[in-house]
């Protein structure tokens, strides 16, 4: 299949032809990445979608939420793509999603694409397969994208950076307050879910809710006269769902008048960019075999004292003309 061909499939709504465009994307190899330059741009670039990263550590509940949500959306004639990433293990290999079936009333929805991504360790490989897997997905009219991290490592920045609303779900705590979690997280969310609040649950969640809305009150807004919204939920008996649907909605509102919406995504687009020369500049240095050679060589002098790593650093760049 020609890359025409596969571009034209994808935006027919070829669930075979995106399967095919998103493996091609996550491959490595060099003829493939060529490829997949060419089928981004032939493919329209879609405005009127709205991509949500849902963040959370596993078991919070997310799939469950996703699974009602995504329903929900297609009720309201959304079509849906859940991209799951999967920050599996670079040392064991193994998933942290695992392979329990998930969100199983959703996947068999014709309106609903659902796909691991995994980030297979790679630095920085949240960014070069998922911004050109929402691509795929938008160009094949997906109008939401959900995409869905494990709340751990550096995977979640990632996300923040390429969806247009950041959603963390947290568990109701027990009472220990902000259960330990990095401020860092807290800046960059857009809405602040509290799910599991039900049953004995349900009181420490509204503790918790409170808790939160104090720490906001701390910090710097992300955007400058936005709030967060917090929000409880029970994902598992479909209460606070819908609000949660209507609190995103909200928030992109707010965005696109106030022209934030517009600027993030070509912020966005830029960011990608410089992520993508990243990378290929590092591929390019660690890659390539004569180099490897050389990289070699400057470990042992490292090692021996011969050299500082610094000054070690700057002589390989300058070798490669890089400084
Ligand atoms: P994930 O790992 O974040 O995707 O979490 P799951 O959606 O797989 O949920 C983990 C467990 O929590 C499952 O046993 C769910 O049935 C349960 N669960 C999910 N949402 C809720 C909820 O709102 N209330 C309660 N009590 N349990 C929930």
Not at 242 to 255: G, P, T, Y
Request: proline content about 2%.
């Amino acid at each position: 299949m020609t890359v025409e061909q596969l571009a034209s499939g994808i935006q027919q709504g070829s669930r075979r032809c995106l399967s095919k465009g998103i493996t091609l994307v996550e491959s490595s190899r060099k003829e493939d990445q060529e490829k997949v330059n060419g089928l981004i741009s032939l493919l329209p670039q879609k405005k009127d979608t709205l991509r949500v990263g849902i963040s959370g550590v596993p078991g919070v509940g997310k799939s469950t939420f996703i699974e009602r949500l995504g329903n929900y959306l297609i009720e309201e004639g959304h079509r849906v793509a859940v991209l799951a990433i999967d920050p599996s293990s670079p040392t064991s290999g193994g998933s942290i999603l695992g392979d329990k079936t998930r969100m199983e009333t959703l996947s068999a929805k014709e309106e609903a694409f659902i796909r691991p991504s995994p980030t297979s360790g790679t630095l920085g490989g949240v960014a070069k397969r998922t911004r050109e897997t929402i691509r795929l997905c938008e160009a094949a009219n997906y109008d939401i994208i959900l995409i869905e991290t494990v709340g751990v490592g550096q995977s979640e920045y990632e996300v923040a950076s390429m969806v247009d609303c950041f959603l963390v779900m947290m568990l109701p705590g027990g009472g220990d307050s902000l259960q330990g979690i990095k401020r860092g997280i807290l800046e960059i969310t857009d809405i602040l879910v509290i799910n599991k609040a039900d049953g004995d649950q349900k009181k420490l969640a509204e503790i918790a809710k409170s808790e939160y809305g104090h720490a906001f009150h701390m910090l710097a807004s992300k955007y400058k006269g936005i709030k967060t919204s917090i929000l409880s939920i029970s994902a598992l008996e479909d209460l606070g769902v819908i609000e949660v649907w209507n609190s995103i909605k909200r928030f992109r509102d707010v965005l696109v008048n106030q022209h934030l919406f517009e600027l993030n995504r070509n912020k966005q687009e830029i960011q990608w960019f410089k992520r993508l020369v990243e990378e290929e500049v590092l591929q390019t240095i660690w890659s390539d075999k004569d180099k490897k050679i050389k990289v070699h060589d400057i470990h042992e002098k490292i090692l021996n004292g011969a050299i500082t790593p610094y000054e070690a650093a700057l002589r390989l760049l300058s070798s490669m003309k890089l400084k």
